[in-house]
């Protein structure tokens, strides 16, 4: 589309009651962002209250009618998705104004690729629209949808505000407080630094309690006769909840009692009865938990509305019926959204011929989509089971893969960051969250590099790994998949937003740039990878080298615009008298040639030794980095690689990061 242009949904998809609206760009840097808001208008072009203005702090409509599904990655950047049930938008509601916006005084002009696009509930693509003029603004309207009579339409806005976030939503009607927090609001303990029973490193652990305290009122019911205008203006800093450090004693007579628990693991022999258990559990959570099951298939274009959930139906298909494993319906307005689930634990692949099978009875059912769920992760671009779309039939089955780990996820921001209606839907989920990451439950993620890691870690041993190898091409993929786990276990317990960062070219094609990295690690037997960790003031790095057996965690921060470089120097080591005594300081400079560096151990009685003998030399930041060994294994266990990535990403976080100057969950005021 072109900027003012307009259509109709109508005329581009018959599934458009729910839609997916995704606000996308690129950084080259890596380390651009922003965030989404949208603003329900009546006739008068304003809305009714604060409460119809939808951003970080409220992101989900108690109708359902608007919810924000977060960011995902993307090959150059990261997309941010909305979901919107269209069947749902109160009739006083004329316009619904998608817009973004940037924080601490960046411009959409440092972003690249800026873009709307539109899909359907089947997941299919409609429209896009680039803004390729947004150079100093700090806020944009990307597009509106209107009603036009009985249907819904599109506009291509790309309208920008020098103001920022606070200058749009005031233009709408919505009264923003603006005000600084206090440092009792601000206060945010969303980590434990206990220790594990065998006096390992640190680990974030949540209080158990935590959970029932810090959930917040119930939100009005849906049919409310009238909009009510808040008490409170739209708080312009991040809700957070604040987790007690100090837990609760327990009742137990001694450390090998175990509290009783609503799914229990210690029954479960085999896959089969894992995989029906999980499938049972999970079902019913969603079904009994609106805020989760929403959230789970909001992204699958279902609406909001009254959830049923089944297990082991029975449809018929040729000769013998299919038991899909389980059912998802969702009834709104008299209209049925229907999905079939297939489940696979334990590290067990998804079958092609069943996904196929399954694809094929939604289709003539008239379902809509099909939702797989194992361990495995899924990549841009790489479908994880190969399934024949017949296009001659009218009816279109989307097919959507879930993980494991990103359902435990999803559990755990609402569980702990975010908070649900009530103390019994979040004793629910606590549990869910307790019963996902047992050992037994065989729903972990990602626990395994493949049958090609040994052989590529022995042909870079031996230096007989040749370009071109599918095997390297295996280990690149796998590599991604943890990665992508890394950020949402970290996510989870941050309750903030970790993504990876893709430094590619703009249109690249994924196959591509996997095929070059495989090419780079032949050569020079090195993986690679870069997180984006919302509130921190870098990158973190983390790089794997094949050839010594060593993970390397890092993070560059810039140099401060003000003040002395020894000065410089010495509140950086202040800030990091916590830190790990090995931490290596490296200080960056202008020019081809390294500056200083050596062992934070080393530094701490002279931080003078981090600046350059050359008082001209410029400092342009400073690079820390931690070193471990890393597992040999291709799973999970104690001595293998995932396991050993896992814990370098923690430790270098829990120790390192968090004690930097602004690593704390982004004070993302509206501006």
């Known amino acids: ?172 009607g919505v009264d923003v407080d603006d005000a600084e927090e206090t440092d009792t609001d601000a206060a945010v303990a969303v980590l434990e630094d206990t220790r594990d029973d065998e006096g390992g490193d640190p680990v974030a652990v949540p209080s158990p309690q935590a959970t029932l305290e810090a959930v917040p009122a119930p939100r009005p019911p849906a049919d409310d006769p009238a909009p009510r205008k808040s008490s409170a203006r739209p708080r312009t800093a991040k809700k957070k909840i604040t987790l007690p450090k100090v837990a609760v004693k327990t009742l137990a007579e001694n450390d090998s009692w175990r509290q009783a628990r609503l799914f229990p693991v210690s029954a479960l022999k085999s896959d089969r009865d894992r995989e029906m258990r999980a499938t049972s559990v999970l079902l019913s959570v969603m079904a009994q938990v609106p805020e989760f099951g929403r959230r789970l298939t909001a992204a699958f274009g279902a609406p909001a509305g009254r959830m049923e959930t089944f297990t082991e139906v029975s449809l018929p298909h040729g000769d013998t019926p299919r038991r899909p494993d389980g059912v998802i319906r969702v009834e709104r307005a008299g209209k049925l959204w229907t999905a079939l689930v297939e489940t696979k634990t334990n590290g067990n692949p998804l079958k092609a011929e069943q996904v196929q099978a399954y694809m094929d009875i939604a289709a003539r059912r008239r379902y809509e989509a099909v939702i797989t769920l194992s361990n495995d992760v899924a990549l841009e671009g790489t479908p994880l089971v190969d399934v024949k779309i017949d296009g001659r039939r009218k009816h279109k089955v989307a097919l959507w893969h879930l993980s494991w780990a990103e359902v435990a996820h999803q559990a755990q921001m609402l569980l702990r960051h975010e908070g649900v209606g009530n103390a019994a839907h979040a004793w629910l989920l606590q549990e869910l969250l307790h019963y996902l990451q047992h050992e037994n439950s065989g729903c972990h993620g990602f626990q395994n590099m493949g049958s090609a890691w040994v052989p590529v870690r022995n042909g870079i041993d031996d230096e007989t790994l ?159 980095s931690l070193f471990k060994g890393m597992g040999s294994g291709r799973g999970n266990a104690e001595s293998g690689f995932i396991r050993s990535v896992d814990d370098a990403v923690q430790r270098f976080f829990s120790s390192v990061v968090v004690h930097l100057d602004g690593a704390t969950p982004r004070r993302a005021s509206v501006r």
Request: hydrophobic share 40%; with cysteine.
């Open 1 to 172: 589309m072109i900027k003012g242009a307009n259509v109709s949904l109508a005329a581009l998809s018959e599934d458009v009651g729910s839609v997916i609206v995704a606000l996308g760009w690129a950084s080259p840097t890596g380390e651009g962002d922003a965030d989404v808001s949208v603003l329900l208008l009546d006739a008068n072009g304003k809305v009714r209250s604060d409460a119809d203005f939808y951003f970080y702090n409220n992101p989900v409509a108690a109708d359902g009618s608007v919810q924000l599904l977060g960011k995902t990655p993307t090959e150059n950047g990261s997309e941010d998705r909305i979901s919107f049930d269209l069947t749902a938008v109160p009739s006083g509601i004329e316009r619904i104004v998608v817009a973004a916006s940037r924080y601490r005084g960046a411009r959409f002009g440092e972003l690249d690729d800026v873009r709307v696009t539109l899909a359907d509930s089947s997941g299919e693509n409609l429209l896009r629209f680039t803004i390729d003029d947004a150079d100093s603004v700090g806020a944009v309207i990307f597009g509106e949808l209107y009603r036009r009579g009985t249907e819904w339409k599109f506009r291509a806005v790309g309208q920008g505000y020098d103001s920022g976030l606070a200058g749009l939503a005031t233009d709408f």
């Open 466 to 624: 040749c370009q071109g190898d599918p095997r390297a091409l295996e280990v690149v993929e796998s590599w991604e998949r943890l990665i992508r786990q890394v950020c949402l276990r970290l996510g989870g317990e941050l309750g903030q937003k970790v993504l990876p960062v893709q430094r590619t070219r703009r249109g690249t094609d994924p196959q591509a740039r996997r095929g070059e990295l495989a090419d780079q690690l032949c050569r020079d037997g090195r993986l690679h990878a870069e997180l984006r960790i919302e509130g921190t003031p870098g990158v973190l790095a983390i790089g794997a080298d094949l050839r010594t057996g060593k993970l390397r965690t890092a993070m560059e921060i810039p140099a401060p615009e003000q003040g002395y470089p020894l000065s410089w120097a010495k509140r950086l080591v202040r800030r990091l008298a916590e830190a790990p005594a090995d931490l290596h300081v490296e200080t960056l400079v202008d020019g081809e040639a390294g500056g200083p560096r050596g062992t934070l151990e080393r530094l701490r009685p002279e931080p003078g030794d981090m600046l350059p003998k050359d008082s001209r030399v410029r400092i342009t930041g400073f690079r820390l």
